[in-house]
């Protein structure tokens, strides 16, 4: 893990000093943080250990694809499944009303939506419904929990919890039972994920918001970020970390931030960062493992190279842990804390998401 230090010499140097001490400050990390949402990201990883009971009924078809219906934060467990587990038969995150042309019969469809009432989510289960996919809904309760017990669908009840957002851990750990239950990977996975929980939470203790900014690295990290546009670069096994980044920030910062992947970026964002625009008020994040793909990772650090004086130079998280879950995991909860300390430097409380609210208002 990257470990920033400063030298004070000048005004930007200053301003780091500032806000570290600002973040050093728990009066101030109150006043702000006002719903504790530093508190509840400390939980995250104890989320995976929540057991969920899945009774699937006799099935009539074999199972022969997985498609994942969710929008926002809901999705969350379908993008993690790009890293692990590996399934033997296609796996698709559908984010829209309507579903794949390819849902039938042979379709395991799982709509998930914390709040139940998700528009987009209602309208995939009726129509998956129609096509005689088997459907799993995942909620909280709301319509799509009424539905689902009412059509005798399977049901797993998502935990309500204070921050929805930040209930993406329960969401992950439900699906892979569901994963378990109609045997679409091993058992003995469960195990694999719950080991994980140990070295998270030794993460979480290095990073929460008692450890002074001196000795953290999540404040260090945001503490370079304001002001400016994050853009977050990862491997595609690295990808879904990215992506929680991206989201992360703009949810809980309220600050633009986007996000690419190696090779890919090669191929086209590399060569948009060689001219305009002349001004480039971004902050380069690069999310490394050693798990990412020999020639990817040889990527990261040419790519950085060739666009010197181009671009801002890339700050690397370099992830910890044995096993490419775990790099994944370490990287999603370490931006978790980096995003919530932008909050905090921005001035913002990270709790509230009322665009959101007035945008649901609006199309209802």
């Not at 209602?122 to 689902?148: D, F, H, Q």
């Not at 853009?231 to 970390?241: D, E, V």
């Not at 060739?306 to 671009?311: E, W």
């Amino acid at each position: 893990m990257l470990i920033y230090s400063y030298c004070i010499i000048g005004r930007e140097e200053s301003a780091i000093y500032n806000g570290g001490i600002m973040l050093d400050d728990m009066n101030v990390i109150a006043q702000r943080d006002t719903a504790d949402m530093l508190g509840a990201a400390a939980e995250l990883p104890d989320q995976l250990l929540r057991r969920f009971v899945v009774d699937v009924p006799s099935q009539k078809h074999e199972i022969k694809n997985v498609v994942f219906s969710a929008l926002g934060g809901s999705a969350l467990p379908a993008e993690f499944v790009r890293t692990w587990p590996h399934l033997s038969i296609p796996f698709v995150l559908s984010k829209d009303y309507t579903i794949p042309h390819f849902v039938d019969e042979h379709t395991l469809f799982i709509v998930a939506s914390h709040s139940g009432s998700t528009e987009e989510s209602i309208a995939a289960y009726a129509e998956a419904r129609k096509k005689n996919a088997t459907v799993v809904v995942m909620s909280s309760g709301g319509p799509l929990r009424e539905m689902a017990i009412e059509n005798n669908d399977v049901f797993i009840e998502l935990p309500s919890v204070k921050h929805p957002r930040l209930g993406y851990f329960y969401a992950y750990r439900a699906l892979i039972d569901v994963l378990v239950a109609y045997k679409l990977i091993q058992p003995d996975l469960v195990e694999v994920l719950e080991a994980t929980v140990t070295p998270l939470n030794t993460l979480v203790q290095t990073i929460q918001s008692d450890v002074t900014t001196g000795n953290n690295s999540a404040k260090q990290l945001a503490l370079q970020l304001v002001g400016k546009t994050p853009i977050i670069y990862a491997g595609q096994k690295m990808s879904p970390a990215a992506f929680k980044w991206k989201i992360s920030i703009n949810e809980s910062a309220k600050n633009t931030a986007w996000t690419g992947t190696v090779p890919d970026m090669n191929h086209n964002e590399f060569t948009g960062w060689t001219s305009h625009p002349s001004e480039k008020p971004f902050a380069v994040v690069d999310l490394l493992s050693s798990f990412e793909q020999e020639r990817v990772q040889k990527r990261f650090e040419i790519t950085d190279r060739l666009l010197s004086g181009m671009r801002p130079k890339a700050m690397s998280v370099q992830a910890v842990g044995e096993s490419e879950l775990e790099h994944v995991l370490f990287l999603i909860i370490f931006g978790e804390f980096v995003s919530l300390y932008l909050a905090l430097l921005n001035g913002v409380d990270p709790s509230p998401v009322t665009q959101v609210e007035k945008l649901k208002a609006a199309l209802a």
